[in-house]
């Protein structure tokens, strides 16, 4: 074995970010590392590459216990890491780039044509044709990928880390790469792959590994696993897993309150779809990540302003140019890392709760302490937010109670359609039954809800009808019976036509 | 006075100059970062069209690199002499050796440099030291005798004006032992601060009541904190004399209000000798002193401070 | 907030007023003497109050840019620009309140200014503001015409050397500015929502504050305070110098927001603190004033009393030294409190 974890394990505050992975890399293979957000894939990479420090567990390195203090280290060791942004200096040439930290010296002086000479028999045999002297930003991201591959792999030679390298090129620009790659693998490196292109996984890889929730679920070779297994295995869900009950009818009757949404969508985010809302509606929204997920809930509450379409209610157009004229229309958005999106850290649970209606009542109008004391207290005790008082700063409180509080921010607002984009996730169990409570709830009483999740079982348990998106398109609607694990992970393994009706 | 010399000797040789031709001189001026540069930059206007002489004039706003650059364009130009205002004391010599390859004059105005007398023709420039000294003596004289406690307003800290100031007043007031400066803050030579400074003086020294005099490294100063010591309901000029350095306008105001007793001129009439010296140079040859002091003149209210006024208004200060 | 909260949250810069007055009394023991003499309060603490007026003024404004995680580098250049525009309009003849609305508007359109290039063209604050303070001298000399622009007109000089019951003008327009822009931002949602932009702004964003507006209005309240700040220094020397007015001005009011344990990160703020920052300033200048030293001293003795409090008002640091004190004390060694220590 090239390179191996043993019973590696690393905890933030809260949560068990890996949880005893074993995991090997042989020599000459590409193994593709696969999960969905949160699964563990960068905390494992960074433990391997020094960034972080492990908490218990084994490193192995040809056998030998190794544990590198920092990415410079693991470097040395001959572990080189390549990321999605190219970590390298785009102002220098590309010669300079190559031999930054260790140039040819002849005198104590830098001696460019050395230095040139050196970043040439770097770049050869990776097949591009590049100008040394030229500086690195005048050539393409595929081409700076491939300059900080070749750059990595001189100065380290026996493992390769890609994080997301094709997330920002094109077909051709893959190819590159990827010819790339098999030269490498071919060469005798062993190289870890990430990327959430399932395609691109399926056609380079020899190995894969799936990683869910910090556990290791499984280790297959490529040509083992099809599609909907892989899916699957990343979601968590066997096919022939029990049809969990679902808890709603649904039957929505097709009131005039609708919402509906023609033809919306935005370039580069989310091809155009249309999507009715009934009130007291609760549509689910499956995909993978990078699917296009949030970047719908974005377009819908005008995060992203759409580019094209529609959207009248029975009053008749519905403006959503910005996340303000959203609320205005009576929309709510729950985003999915609270901690970037949503809290507003250093303000009290009183604050954040009031924060969004106050916004909608404009500066000048205030809402009266008294009355934002009652109204912290009354969602405090309704959602259970577990917090000493509403006064204390809300970036304190656990995820669960941080995500109840930015339910009860939009709650208090009233809202007539919610959007709550992954709302279960990095929370306790408690915390998640309750908030899927809090759902049923707040459905009865007229309001409608967009959910997005990776987890199918609660998609399946709240929604009325499940949306399910693959690369940028809104590809299938499943509505009644055919809301099963089945069917939705079929619609998102689909490559192509054989979606569901 | 001196500007009836002045004019007069430039009568003759402006008859002079335009008789062998009409001169060619350029002109790097700092900037205009005070009123006094700016009145220095109007009078060798002013000097220079009265002797028919064809000035080029360039604003290096404060950079060395624009006064170097401007020099050479001069030299490229061929002019007959160059007129500089050095922002900077050092980093001179190669282009004062390019001008003196061509045999092109260079007179300093204002400012010194550090490179060697070989290379320019002269300087024109006042004394700061003596300037002090003028101010000093004045005191002492009107004083006569009298115990004096005074206050001093001093220029930017670590700047040659305020260092030459002070010292140049101290030996002005040497010989009198009735004369002792009490106290000495930096006013940064802007009349916030001497009005500022001036009211903890006030308030240090018993209201003001211990205070006889106040010396201003430059009228600004004074100006401001003529105003903390009517404000301290106290009359400058009377309860406090009030004497101070450059003679701007704003000053003679003042000397005309009974508010302030002297002022020793800074007169931004450099150009006026800086041309003298260069005609009678090119016409021939005649070596000047390698620095030609202009004369630092007290004006007090006798001397008709409304007229110098009016005189001054327009000058640019 | 209640005033037990306020009180608590004032409580170090109160102290350390206290601490630097402690300490220039000291060198100067007539310093608490006020007594009445020409219709109006003459003494030390009322020259800390009266010469305190521009930066205290430029602080209120400074506080709620900083709040939104900004910085306003522009304010001693718009102090130059809105005197020289009050002086202006007093030499031309349009009268006081022609003069005041003016400066005031000119104060307007340059925070203005600095608030578009943040709020719609997403400069950086410290870049966009920087603009204008290398810029707005000129734009300022432009107006005098590169001179003291003088006047006479003693309705506006009493802006500046006047005195309201004995109390100098200049105290007054700092206390009321303060006490109006407190009422603005905390008896309306302002506070609140300024914080919550200068926290975390995508999620204000998406909370629904309309941050660009609230940013374009700090701004104009920044260059507001900064007019009021111009027209009293130029009322104050009855003439506007565009090269000296509200000279460094701008780190002066930093510093006092600073000083006010408001956070440059932005967020949680209090106008009240920046003001007692500005006071603790001021008396820092008078008492080097008063003290008599050679004014070679002067910007070194301030800058350590700077770094003393900082360092004693660092929420690091406090922890560390309450643990030498009791270890201090459990040694048996003559134990001195900090601040006396840091003397």
Redesign the interface.
Known sequence: MLLSTRNLTKTFPGTKALDSVDFDLKAGEVHSLLGENGAGKSTLIKCLTGAYRRDSGDILFEGEPISPQSTLEAQEIGIGTVYQEVNLLPNLTVAENLTLGHQPRRFGMISPRAMQAQAEEMLAGYGVDVDVRRSLDTYSVAVQQIVAIARAVHLSGRVLILDEPTASLDSREVRMLFDVIGDLRKRGLGIIFISHFLDQVFEISDTLTVLRNGCHIATRPAAEVDRMELITLMLGHELDEEKPDRGLSSEVEGTGDAIRFKGIGRRGKIAPFDLTVHKGEVIGMAGLLGSGRTESAEVL?G?TPADSGTVEDANGAVDLR???NA??AGFA?A?EDRK????????SVR?NII??L??????????PQAEQMRMADEYIERLDIRTPDAEKPVGLLSGGNQQKVILA?WLATNPRFLILDEPTRGIDVGAHAEILRLIEDVVAQGMSILVISSELDELIAVSHRVIVVRDRHHVSELTGADVTTETIVRAIAAPDAEAVA | MLTKTLMATAAVFCFGATAASAQTIGFSQIGSESGWRAAETTVTQQEAERRGIDLRFSDAQQRQENQIAAIRSFIAQGVDGILVAPVVATGWDSVLEEAAEAEIPVVLLDRMVDSSPELYLTAVGSDLVHEGRVAGEWLVEAVAGEECRVVELQGTTGSSPAIDRKQGFEEGIASADNIEIVRSQTGDFTRTRGKEVMESFLQAENGGADICALYAHNDDMAVGAIQAIKEAGLKPGEDILVVSIDAVPDIFQALAAGEANATVELTPNMAGPAFDALEAYLADGTMPEKFIQTESKLYTQEDDPQAEYEARKDLGY | MTGARVLRRVAPQLLTLGAVILLVSVYFPDFYQIVYANDRLVGIPIDVVKRGAPVALLAIGMTLVIATRGIDLSVGAVMAICGATAAWSIDQGFGLWAALGLAGAAGLVCGLWNGILVAFFGIQPIVATLILMVAGRGVAQLITGGTILTFDNEAFAFLGSGAVFGVPVPTLAWILTGILFGLLVRRTALGLLIESIGINLRASTLTGINSRVLLLAVYMGSGFCAALAGIIATADIRGADANNAGLWLELDAILAVVIGGNSLLGGRFSILASLLGAMIIQTINTGILLAGFPPEFNLVIKAVLVIIILVLQSPRLLPRLGFIRLRRERDEKPSGTPVEAGK
């Open positions: 509450f995060a910005n996340p303000r609320i205005a958005f985003p970037t999106d949503g809290i507003i850290a250093e303000l604050e924060l969004a106050q916004a909608r009542r404009g500066w000048a109008r205030p809402i921010r």
